[in-house]
């Protein structure tokens, strides 16, 4: 598994040291790619080097005398490894008061229970040593100077997508011209069958808690277009944002399949963020049942569901010995429908788990 971070990156130390606890000092846009393998004696952190070595460009086509970046041979290894296995692909955004090993672990168990290929974005939310509303302060400042950082990351996903997509349609379109040389009726209708199951992998992208709130920050600013349809799926989980006119900016995510956005009105974790800032705090979107006018979103209401409780984190220990908790996030993290089997509240706009 990967990690892409706008985190200071010590390539001198070992383990999940290597990670810091501010911005790059390059600036809080600058990104590193670390690798994450697990083994028998533990948990191996690679720091991914910057630029490809002569072999690597080579392998790639690329020319010789010109910089290029391991980004796009890691793209590469991580789609064929989802196509071979037949896996989706996840983009996943931590929240609040997150240290990076803790978000690798969580990353690997979203792999391992909902069988899905995890490239993980992890930005500076560590609260900057403060404790409480301090905390919480700093982290909400972190996630607002991160939001290039992942704009930037949204976008080369795009972009490597888009070109190994490419790619593969090119060998299909050569082929075809082999095959039906002669007989371009056939020839076409074979080649719009064959493009249509060239890409079997689905990409979706999951944001935790503040999380959301950091993708919020980017919707808003002029840095996000919004014209691409990179993902299928959108699941916006125990959203850490204002529910008032959330509408505004949630009405402006790009996606193929659904957006979802999870609630818990029992939420202990942010009943407690909206007491941290007072009256300034207003209701946050991932608790608040009520007051759901995104004309685009599909809202799920996890509060009385079996096993919930006050959980902050209801994809992941005990909500999951609820089936249908986690056959919802199972469909929805792959791309998939998740709400057919669902109860489904008009006069809230509110499917229930």
């Known amino acids: 598994m990967y990690i ?4 200071e990156i ?17 600036g809080p846009h600058e990104l590193r790619l670390v690798e994450i393998t697990e083994t028998r004696s533990g948990t191996r952190v690679r720091v ?6 002569p072999e690597e460009k080579k392998k790639l086509n690329l020319p010789a005398g010109k910089d290029a970046y391991s980004a796009e041979l890691i793209a590469r290894r991580i789609f064929n490894r989802a196509r071979r296995s037949k896996k989706n692909l996840l983009l996943f955004v931590h929240g609040f008061n997150n240290n990076v090993e803790s978000v ?42 991160s939001i290039g950082a992942l704009d930037r990351v949204l976008e080369k996903i795009g972009e490597y997508l888009h070109r190994l997509q490419e790619e593969e349609a090119q060998k299909v379109r050569d082929s075809a011209a082999k095959r039906f040389e002669g007989d371009a009726e056939t020839r076409d209708e074979f080649l719009a069958k064959a493009l249509a199951k060239q890409c079997p992998v689905r990409v979706s992208l999951m944001l935790h808690s503040m999380g959301n709130y950091l993708f919020k920050q ?14 299928d799926n959108v699941v916006m989980v125990a959203a850490d944002a ?15 399949n659904r957006l979802y956005i999870t609630i818990n009105e029992n939420d202990s974790a942010l009943k407690l963020s909206r007491a941290k800032l007072g009256s300034q705090q207003l209701a946050r ?26 959980s902050h984190a209801y994809f992941e220990g005990s909500p999951l010995r ?31 788990i």
């Open 10 to 26: 010590y390539e001198n130390r070992r383990g999940f040291k290597v990670f810091g606890k501010q911005p790059n000092s390059l």
């Open 104 to 145: 690798v672990e969580r990353a690997l168990r979203l792999q391992k229970r909902f069988d899905v290929e995890v490239l993980a974005f992890s930005w500076p939310a560590n609260g900057g040593g403060a404790h409480g509303a301090l905390s919480y302060k700093s982290d909400k400042k972190d996630a607002r100077a």
């Open 322 to 352: 609820n089936a249908a908790v986690k056959k919802f996030f199972r469909q929805a993290l792959n791309g998939e429908v998740a709400e057919k089997e669902l109860e489904y509240d008009v006069s809230r706009n509110l499917h229930a």
């Open 218 to 231: 980017l919707l808003k600013s002029s840095l996000y277009v919004g014209d691409e349809l990179l993902f």
């Open 285 to 310: 979107l991932g608790h608040f049942p009520y007051r759901l006018h995104s004309d685009h979103a599909v809202y799920v209401d996890f509060s009385n569901a079996r096993s919930v409780g006050d």
């Open 48 to 53: 991914v080097a910057d630029k490809l070595t």
């Open 242 to 256: 204002n529910n008032e006119n959330h509408q505004s900016w949630v009405d402006r995510i790009q996606f193929r």
């Open 4 to 7: 892409v971070t706008n985190r």
